[in-house]
C-alpha cells in the first residue's frame, strides 16, 4: 500500500513496464506479469484476490468489505495494445519515461493509469481508515484490447460475484486536463468484411480484359452505392431507430472547450463532412456511421503489373446509436451490399461480430430512468463535487464517440449501469506511439476519488 499512497507515479511506471499485449502470443509473459502486478496491489489493499480462467487470458476478480455495505463494481482491463511502429516512439514504449508533465509508455493512459489513480485513492482512503465501509468489487480482464471475447461467458458464468449499485470505469476519454467528462453514452459496433470473387486467378488485363467484371471494380461501386452524396447511409432502414439527442445533451456539448477549427487543426484534416443538421463535434456523438476500414485486392507492390485481380475485399464498421440494433443492422447492411453486386461476380458478406449502443442518462436530467439505485444516484453527485473540488469545474456529461461493448454486456447480464469518468484526452496518443498519460489529471483524479470513495460510503 505505501507505494500507492506515497509514489502513485512509480507504481504506474512498473505497472508499463510489463509488455501485456494481448494480441501477440509472444507477450504471454508480459501479460502474466502485469497480471500478476495487479493483484499483488490489490491483495496489499486488503482485496481477497481470484483469477477466473477464461480460452485466452484470465480474468482478475477480487472483493472487499461487508455484505451488509453499500458496494460498486470497479473495471478495469490489464492488456494494452502492441506498441509498433517502434521506430515513431520518442523512448522505449515499456520502459516509462517522464517528460514535461506527462509519462510515456504503452499502456500508460489505456488503461493502467486510470487503474492506479483508482487503487492509489483508495490506498489512502483505507489508510485513514482501514474499515471503510464500501464494499468493493474489482473487475480487471486481459482480453479488452481483442475484442473482450471471452467476457460475455465469465459474465453469465459468475454474475454472482458482481454484487453492487452500479460499475465505476475510467476507461473513456475527457477534454483536457482542467475539464473532465462523464461519459453518458457510448455507440455500438458492427463490424463486417466484404469478399468479392471473380476468374479462379489473377488475369492478364490485356488479353481478358473486356470480357470480365473486375472485382475491384465492382467492390468500389458496390461501397460507393452506401453514401448519397451528402454523406448519407443509403441502406434501407439503417435510420429507423435512430432516436435524436436531447436537447439538454446538445447544450452540454456546446460547453465543450474546443472549437471546431481546433479540432480540424488537432486531426489535420481539410476539412470536415458531417451529415445534414449536425456539427462535426455533434456527428461523433450523437450519429450513426458506416465506414470503410481497409479495402484492397490485386497487385500492390511497386511500379506496374496489369492484372485482373481473381479476388477484392472491404473491411466496413458501423457505428450505432440508440436505439439501433447490432444484428439489426448487420442484416440490413448485408442485404443492401449483396443486393449491390451483379451476377458476373460472387460476393460473400459476414459479420465479424459487435454491440449494440449504451446510454445512461443522469439523475435528474430529462429522460433519465427513475427508478435507478440509490447509490447510483448519489454517485453522480458525489462525483460531480469531488471533480469541481479537485479540478475546479463540474464534468461535462457527453456522449463518447467510440464503443465498449462490454458495458453493454455488463448492463444486460449484470443489471448494472455505468459511472464512465474519463481520465484519458486526445493528447494521450492512445493505440498510437508516445502513447502518455497527464500527470496532472493523474494527481489531481487520485484526490478527487479518494473523497468519492469515503463520500460513497459515508
Known amino acids: 500500500m505505501s507505494m500507492l499512497v506515497d509514489n502513485p507515479i512509480q507504481a504506474l511506471k512498473d505497472y508499463v513496464a510489463y509488455p501485456s499485449v494481448s494480441a501477440d502470443s509472444s507477450f504471454a509473459n508480459g501479460v502474466a506479469g502485469a497480471r500478476e502486478f495487479a493483484c499483488a496491489q490489490l491483495q496489499e489493499l486488503g482485496f481477497s484476490v481470484d483469477l477466473v480462467d477464461t480460452p485466452i487470458h484470465p480474468i482478475i476478480v477480487a472483493t472487499r468489505g461487508e455484505p451488509s455495505w453499500p458496494g460498486i463494481v470497479i473495471y478495469g482491463h490489464y492488456d494494452v495494445q502492441p506498441p509498433d511502429p517502434l521506430n515513431l516512439w520518442t523512448s522505449k514504449p515499456f520502459e516509462a519515461q517522464e517528460r514535461n508533465g506527462r509519462l510515456y509508455g504503452r499502456g500508460a493512459a489505456d488503461n493502467k493509469g486510470p487503474q492506479i489513480v483508482h487503487m492509489a485513492a483508495l490506498a489512502r482512503a483505507l489508510k485513514k481508515n482501514p474499515n471503510l465501509p464500501l464494499r468493493i468489487t474489482y473487475l480487471i480482464e486481459g482480453e479488452e484490447e481483442i475484442g473482450s471475447p471471452s467476457f460475455r461467458q465469465f459474465l453469465e458464468k459468475d454474475k454472482h460475484r458482481l454484487q453492487g449499485d452500479f460499475l465505476l470505469v475510467s476507461d473513456t476519454g475527457s477534454p483536457g486536463p482542467n475539464q473532465l467528462a462523464v461519459t453518458t453514452g457510448l455507440r455500438g459496433l458492427v463490424a463486417l468484411e466484404v469478399k468479392v470473387y471473380g476468374p479462379k486467378q489473377d488475369l492478364h488485363s490485356g488479353v481478358h480484359g473486356g470480357a470480365l467484371l473486375n472485382p475491384l471494380q465492382a467492390l468500389a461501386r458496390a461501397c460507393a452505392s452506401l453514401h448519397d452524396e451528402q454523406g448519407r447511409v443509403t441502406v434501407p432502414g439503417f435510420y429507423d431507430a435512430v432516436q435524436a439527442p436531447q436537447d439538454w445533451e446538445r447544450e452540454e456539448l456546446s460547453k465543450l472547450p474546443i472549437t471546431e477549427s481546433a479540432y480540424a487543426e488537432f486531426l489535420g484534416a481539410p476539412g470536415f463532412f458531417p451529415p445534414p443538421g449536425y456539427s462535426p463535434l455533434e456527428a461523433i456523438r450523437f450519429c450513426p456511421t458506416l465506414e470503410f476500414n481497409g479495402i484492397g485486392g490485386g497487385y500492390q507492390g511497386e511500379g506496374s503489373k496489369t492484372v485482373i ?102 448492463k444486460e447480464v449484470v443489471g448494472l449501469d455505468s459511472l464512465m469518468l474519463g481520465l484519458f484526452t486526445n493528447e494521450d496518443n492512445l493505440h498510437a506511439p508516445d502513447e502518455s498519460f497527464n500527470l496532472e489529471i493523474m494527481n489531481k483524479a487520485i484526490d478527487a476519488f479518494e473523497q468519492f470513495f469515503v463520500g460513497l460510503a459515508g
Open 309 to 410: 485481380p481473381a479476388e477484392a475485399f472491404a473491411k466496413i464498421t458501423c457505428r450505432l446509436v440508440p436505439d439501433q440494433s447490432a444484428e439489426d443492422i448487420a442484416g440490413k447492411v448485408q442485404k443492401a451490399l449483396q443486393s449491390a453486386f451483379p451476377s458476373a461476380v460472387r460476393v460473400e458478406v459476414e459479420t465479424k461480430g459487435g454491440g449494440d449502443p449504451y446510454v445512461i442518462l443522469p439523475p435528474g436530467k430529462p429522460g433519465a430512468d427513475s427508478g435507478s439505485k440509490p447509490l447510483m444516484e448519489k454517485a453522480f453527485s458525489l462525483a460531480e463535487h469531488c471533480i469541481e473540488q479537485s479540478f475546479g469545474t463540474r464534468p461535462l456529461y457527453l456522449r463518447e464517440g467510440g464503443s465498449i461493448p462490454i458495458i453493454r454486456d455488463l
